[in-house]
């Protein structure tokens, strides 16, 4: 097969050239459009494969490598996920057909670029510690009320509380992650341009209390007030990054519109998902 | 791999196979085997029996299935081929398991 096709890591807005190796070695360079350029390899109409992890895992990394790189180069870089290839068609060449596609998305490419100049994502992911929650909860005088009536009373009655109890630690813990998720938001959103809840479907073993996960975008001059902040909220936290702008590539979308109500939503999923209270 | 290192490389992940911007479908190759791909790197990255126990491998592969259906929508490839990824993916599974064991 002959490499006719064009592998692309991402956009960038230049028309100077630029030479890199990506994946497996490949020569990468620039197709220039009128304002935006493709970050390119040539390639077969097939797409990278393997069953070996660790070569997965290097393919992945060399198309990231790409992206930092230009990132570094260009000051932002529009980024294209894991094996876009573009094929030739009829009538035209995967060149030819790229540089429609860069001209007829003009607008769109001009309205992220505007959003992601001068700007990087990391990921954050934020944890609490259930045992210490749950001492907390027990301290507060409602429960401790019950507790005191429910060793008072009969067995029967003692029964009842029991269950009333659960239910009341149970509300609690959802108000006190609910304020958490708040108090978290409310601080970080003053600090980022652009926020992103993460639904990742990977779960590590020692994330069995994350209370959320999320994208930020953020200037690159706010990055160590995002740190600091973190550093002195009392959070347990996790902070991945920079990553090209994966998560904020739709101009269209105000991201934190939609942020509060799915700080709602995930608060019941997230107990739900721990068996918080039964296991507590 | 240490923990801070794992979550890196978890966060890039789901970023690359997830997310970024996407062109126009008739002018890219089809990609169903991303799914593929994306299933033996975080196989190699997760305890599977962790996986197991989450019960996020049962979400994980309910969210390939839409990616295929999305995929098939896209390029219309042939229900055979798509069966025969998901007997590969179980294979896959099993095997990491029985290994792990």
């Not at chain 1, 895992?57 to 198309?63: F, G, M, R, S, Y």
């Not at chain 2, 794992?6 to 997830?18: A, F, P, Q, W």
Request: charged letters at 30%; proline letters at 2%.
């Amino acid at each position: 097969m002959s490499n006719n096709a064009l592998y692309i890591y991402g956009i960038i807005k230049t028309s100077k050239n630029w030479k890199e190796h990506g994946i497996k070695g490949n020569n990468v360079f620039l197709i220039n459009g009128r304002d935006f350029s493709a970050i390119a390899h040539r390639c077969e109409e097939k797409p990278y494969i393997s069953n070996n992890p660790i070569e997965v895992k290097d393919l992945i990394l060399a198309h990231n490598n790409i992206l930092d790189k230009a990132m570094k180069n260009f000051d932002a870089v529009i980024p294209l996920s894991f094996n876009t290839i573009i094929k030739t068609s009829e009538e035209k060449t995967a060149e030819e057909n790229l540089r429609i596609w860069l001209k007829d998305n003009k607008e769109n490419l001009l309205k992220i670029w505007d959003k992601i100049i001068g700007k990087n994502e990391y990921g954050i992911r934020i944890y609490y510690e259930k045992k210490k929650l749950l001492e907390k909860i027990k301290e507060l005088y409602e429960i401790k009320q019950l507790q005191q009536k429910s060793q008072i009373e009969s067995e029967g009655v003692a029964y009842l509380l029991k269950g009333k109890i659960k239910d009341e630690i149970n509300k609690k813990a959802q108000e006190q992650i609910f304020e958490y998720k708040q108090n978290f938001y409310n601080n970080i959103k003053e600090l980022v341009s652009d926020i992103t809840i993460n639904r990742s479907k990977i779960l590590l073993d020692e994330e069995k209390n994350l209370l959320v996960s999320i994208s930020i975008l953020v200037d690159k001059k706010q990055i160590q007030k995002v740190n600091s902040y973190l550093v002195n909220s009392n959070f347990y936290f996790n902070i991945a990054g920079p990553f090209a702008p994966y998560s904020f590539i739709n101009p269209q979308e105000s991201n934190f519109q939609d942020l509060q109500k799915s700080i709602i939503s995930e608060v019941s999923e997230t107990l739900k998902n721990k068996g918080f209270c039964r296991n507590g | 791999m240490d923990n801070v290192n794992k979550i890196g490389i978890v966060e890039l992940i789901d970023r690359i196979l997830e997310k970024g911007a996407i062109l126009n479908a008739d002018l890219i190759i089809t990609v169903a085997e991303v799914p593929l791909l994306a299933a033996n790197l975080r196989l190699a990255l997760a305890n599977v029996e962790t996986m197991i126990k989450y019960g996020v491998m049962s979400d994980w592969l309910e969210a390939t299935d839409i990616t295929e259906k999305e995929t098939k929508k896209n390029s219309k490839p042939q229900p055979a081929i798509l069966e025969e990824q998901k007997q590969e993916k179980i294979l896959l599974y099993e095997k990491e398991n029985n290994r792990k064991k």
